[in-house]
């Protein structure tokens, strides 16, 4: 079970609603993917303004945990408002911070994530902030009070799967929160590392909605998660430096 604040979860995939090639395309693969949490941007909803389209309409919301995330914020106090909206719409209480601090990676600003989280935390969200893979900030979001750490694998959109596993391996261990991997992952083999590495989740968008199938590959990322969690409780053989035969010859008679 997944345990983020006080909402618990079955499934470990927690995907973004953009860039689909089609609204009926999103709602399959949503469904296929088996995720309970679907994550979309404050700022492309017409949450007051239902007469316009919507993005989310072909999804039956009642169905999903909505987080919405701050996306397009470039402070903390923009991604605190983003927040406050996606409350006052009455969507939910948890918030995925996401303050980027480069156009061209889209890499996140610590400094703004950490003023936003502080900020959102006491004004009693369930936050959880979208962070690098440097593991000194990941315990300070932690410290601060987060209720689960979302490091970055890769730049967002970059399908340029786990950059830096070392890194990410430290993050898990330190955390008594869910280490959710976040962004960058470009296919199954990835999910499954994440997982593997001990990571608690993993939230995707752009390898699912940019697939060439991407209801097929919304099903592959549900087994890769599932396979690779298995594989993390079943306890991975250590690497060794040379052959180990199959079928020992020790004890045998002839
Ligand atoms: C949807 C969302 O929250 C993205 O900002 C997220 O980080 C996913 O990134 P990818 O598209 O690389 O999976």
Redesign the pocket.
């Known amino acids: 079970m997944l345990k983020i604040g006080n909402y618990t979860f079955h499934s470990r995939l927690l995907l ?4 689909y090639p089609a609204f009926d395309i999103q709602k399959e693969a949503v469904e296929v993917s088996g995720t309970e949490i679907l ?3 404050v700022r492309r909803m017409n949450i007051f303004e239902p007469s316009q389209p919507n993005f989310l309409e072909k999804l039956d919301l009642e169905s999903y945990s909505l987080l919405p ?1 701050t ?1 397009g914020a470039k402070t903390a106090s923009e991604a605190v408002r983003h927040a406050q909206l996606a409350r006052a719409s009455g969507l939910c209480d948890m918030i ?1 911070v ?1 303050v980027i601090g480069c156009d061209k990676t889209l890499l996140p600003d610590p400094v703004e994530t950490l003023k936003a989280t502080e900020e959102l935390l006491k004004e009693g969200f369930t936050v959880l902030p ?1 962070t690098s893979d440097d593991v000194v900030l990941a315990r300070k979001l932690e410290e601060l009070g987060a209720h689960a750490i979302m490091p ?1 694998a ?6 340029q799967g786990i950059v830096n596993p070392v890194n990410l391996r430290f993050i898990i261990e330190q955390a008594s929160v869910p280490v959710i991997v ?4 470009g296919s199954p083999a990835d999910a499954a590392y994440a997982m593997e590495l001990g990571a608690d989740a993993v ?5 699912v ?1 940019q697939a060439k199938d991407p209801v097929k590959m919304a099903n592959a990322m549900r087994l890769a998660i599932e396979g690779g969690r298995f594989g993390y409780e079943a306890g991975r053989i250590p690497r060794k430096r040379y052959a180990s035969a199959s079928s020992p010859m020790e004890g045998m008679s002839v």
């Open positions: 973004g609603t953009g860039k994550t979309f941007t995330n996306a995925k996401e979208y970055g890769s730049p967002i959109g970059s399908g976040d962004a960058g992952i939230l995707l968008n752009t390898a909605s």
